[in-house]
């Protein structure tokens, strides 16, 4: 691996840095000037081809790398002036040279106006346009592989777009939303043939009339434009293979796709069907999806979130698993109704079976016992949603968006366990079942009356339904003493049944004053009113019982402590905020203060129990803008912290074979200061992007746990612990990239260290973690060379859990490679390799991920073909360990074997 590693930096060092001239000068209007952000292109006279492009800095100043033996046209372009051309012709052992411009203003310059040649950057304002074809290497095939070739934008291990080290909101094609959830569906089934341009939108706004009186910085939405060929005509593809894997057992997959884009509708279908581990949309990634729903009053001081009950489902680890087969199917349309009116949505449905086959080690703290596991868990979800949207748009002054969501989906998990701890052992079989449906309504209107008053009203209702269900099948006498179980059994059968029915309402206004274009005041007043109903009874099945038939069970209570919950729960928080937002030089403030008036109440066991309380919670927002593209920011939260009435059921709930958990209907809120300081810098003119941020919290009278632990069983309750006992988390991050000719260059670096306290068997217990990541890597943009992407990971996760100290290693080097030849084939494959590995030298695990794909496919041929290996080095398992307040976790999971396939592909 080191010979590797090193002939792919000597080939960095021929390719990037081989002899070339730098042409430097300055781009000035006629009075002398500089133009930030005017761009110069260099154009080889002989074949028109682009050889090189620069956009100025503040100064003016460019900076072009060009070849000896050839001779350029230069042309230099800002907007609202004369493009000026220039020819240069570049001898042998040439010195670096100079060139300046002086633009000339034009009278007019219309939108209409056509360049006989294309910038591959474009800079207009907010909004930074990208040449797709300028950056694209010849190997792309989605619209990710597209976004990874554009300076300062990046596409994570999930498929997610980040630009300038921020998340993308909103995907749009040809201005119209695509899946208005995250940007993961659009990078993985875009076409890239479709791809013209990429326009990043940065500080956007949906609503005009509040772009310049809210704080926009971290909000970024891209649009694509399509080529011209893509335009009011049906375009997409089909894909189909066929294979078997390692154990001669036969796999499949089926993609088709299709998209139809005019300037009256569009209408985009997706679909995915495989057993080859390719997962499009996982169940995280339902109950991530909000559908265009954002933080209700975000800023305004509360956290209170209703809590959705996965039943801690077994997580693939990237989606790697025993087994894993997909069924998803989607669409999205959008429609223009009129010339005000503008309708669309989307329905998504996914079904996923996964086998999880798994080992742990489980170290648990105060007991100082270690429970070794074996687990095979069979899952399913079944995943449903539909969305339709509004917007209503008369004039400029007036908007009206109508949104509603819904989402169902079923959940099952079968599964076996086999615990060995101290000396018994447990053979368990456990069953899962969850079908949550909820509709998310959102009703917002703006408002602008005259030029200084503009007002916003928002209104958003949820109502929820959840069933979860857990039964647990064990040898053992699951908590005796707690749970009264018939002990004259084979096995003892536990069954946990709960549901919970959520309505939440939240309404706020805002008035807007502009008090001049430097300075607005903004009130909000509003309230969130939350009700929810909680029941929940444990019923134990003999050993000739039948769960399909459960009217004839009998719930079991608690011989001293009740196992019935039937809870109401309501929680109300009444609120008036007013910030203040002003300008001067380079700074932006943005002080404010919000007052709450918080009511919850709880009624259970006949009782009903109210809390009522005033709290007045600051913000700051400040902003230092050193250049158009270089700021320091800083902000400031002082939140309260509420729960939901999982926390304040008392009766206690059993979660798991070895957890019980009851809630507190006393508890109090918790108080939470948040910080963060922000640096960001992207220099366009020498394509280096540098972002880094600092985050601390300390949350006082924090919500805890208060558990009961002997040996691996464990009971909690949640309380208030004493402010004397703060939680605090430190957390910084750093992404530096720069991109020297055709060779991106990048380094990130992440830390988190984090205390809390919890109460362990009646003794408050302090527990640590710090944690670090660290990437390095380099990807070249070659057109006629051979593309790599090369680079190294270390994580290093240090826990402290009650004096147990335990430091865990994962080191991985991966490599990725592209390369055309024979005109019509191209290869692409990737490499990870791991070493997981410990402090205590207890474990030292190698393994390695080789993928590969061979394409056959020849110019304007709409049929492709393709031999497709995953996992070829035929890996068995992979690594990774975890922590908590109450125990330290090593865990094992298996993953599918090698598999060989035979795709075909047609591009409608």
Known sequence: MKNLLITIFLLINVTAFAQQVKLRGFIKDSIGDPLEL????????????????????????????????????????????????????????????????????????????????????????????????????????????????????????????????????????????????????????????????????????????LRGVTNNQDNIA??????????????????????????????YLLHPKLFYYNPKYSLNFITDFNDIGEVPFTWRDYFNFTGGFRNFNRGGGTNFNIRESDLGFSVTQNNRANSIETKFLAGNFSYAASDTWDLSGFGIASDNKTNVVSNSIRQYINSGVTETTENVNDQRSQLGMLKLSSTFKPNVNFQLDYD???????????????????????????????????????VNAYYTLGEDHIFAGQMQHLWQDEDPFYNAVTDLVPFPGLLPVDTLQNRYSINQQKNIKTSKLDAKVDYYYVIN???????????????????????????????????????????????????????????????????????????????????????????ELKQNEWQVLPDVFALWELKKSESIRFTYALSAEYTDVNNFAEAYVFNNYNRMFRGNRFLENAIAHSYNLTYFSFNMFNYTNVMGSVNYSRKTEGIKNDSQIVAINQVTIPTNIDSNFPDESISANGRFSKRVKKVEFG????????????????????????????????????????????????????????????????????????????KYFSLSANWDFYNYSDKAETINNEYSFLNATLYFQQADNPWEFSIQGTNLINTGFINNDSFNDDFNTTNQFYVLPRILMLVIKYNL
């Open 38 to 209: 005017a761009n110069v292109i260099a154009t080889d006279k002989v074949t028109g081809a682009v050889e090189s492009y620069a956009i100025t800095n503040y100064e003016g100043k460019f900076q072009l790398d060009l070849e000896e033996r050839r001779t350029y046209l230069l042309r230099a372009s800002f907007l609202g002036y004369e493009t000026m051309e220039k020819e240069l012709m570049i001898p042998d052992n040439s010195a670096d040279l100079n060139m300046n411009f002086t633009l000339k203003a034009q009278a007019s310059q219309l939108d209409g106006v056509e360049i006989v040649y294309e910038m591959p950057v474009t800079v207009k304002g907010d909004t930074i346009v990208y040449n797709a074809d300028s950056f694209n290497r010849g190997n792309e095939k989605k619209l990710g592989d597209v976004m990874k070739n554009l300076p300062g934008v990046e596409v994570n291990d999930e498929g997610e777009i980040e630009v300038e080290g921020k998340p993308v909101q909103k995907v749009m094609v040809e201005g119209k939303d695509f899946f208005d959830g995250d940007s993961k569906l659009a990078t993985k089934n875009i076409p890239a043939n479709a791809v013209d341009k990429v326009e990043v939108l940065r500080n956007y706004s949906e609503v005009g009339q």
């Open 222 to 251: 891209i649009n694509i434009r399509l080529k011209e060929g893509k335009k009011n005509f049906w375009f997409g593809e089909v894909t189909a293979g066929s294979g078997v894997d390692d154990e001669l057992n036969e796999r």
């Open 404 to 442: 509603a969501l819904v989402k169902t989906s079923k959940q099952t998990e079968s599964g076996s366990t086999l615990s060995l701890f101290e000396d018994f052992t447990n053979d368990i079989t456990e069953d899962l079942e969850n079908k949550p449906f909820s509709i998310n309504q959102n």
């Open 517 to 607: 274009n430097k300075s607005n005041l903004n009130l909000t007043v509003g309230a969130t009113l939350s009700n929810q109903k909680f029941n929940s009874n444990i019923f134990q099945l003999l050993d000739n019982g039948d769960r399909e038939n459960l009217e004839e069970t009998t719930p079991i209570d608690g011989e001293s402590e009740s196992l019935l919950n039937d809870v109401t729960y309501g929680f109300n928080d009444l609120f008036l905020g007013a910030h203040y937002k002003f300008k001067t030089g380079q700074f932006t403030f943005s002080p404010g203060l919000t007052l709450h008036n918080y009511a919850v109440k709880n009624e259970q066991f006949g009782t």
């Open 747 to 822: 380094l990130n670096a992440g830390i988190n260290w984090s205390l809390s306290n919890n109460i362990i068997n009646e003794t408050i217990q302090e527990s640590k973690s710090f944690t670090q990541s660290y990437r390095v890597s380099a990807r070249s943009s070659f057109r006629d060379w051979p593309n790599f992407e090369v680079g190294y990971n270390l994580s290093v996760n240090d826990y402290n859990n009650g004096g147990l100290e335990q430091t865990f290693y994962t080191k991985r080097p991966y490599m990725n490679v592209d390369i055309n030849f024979l």
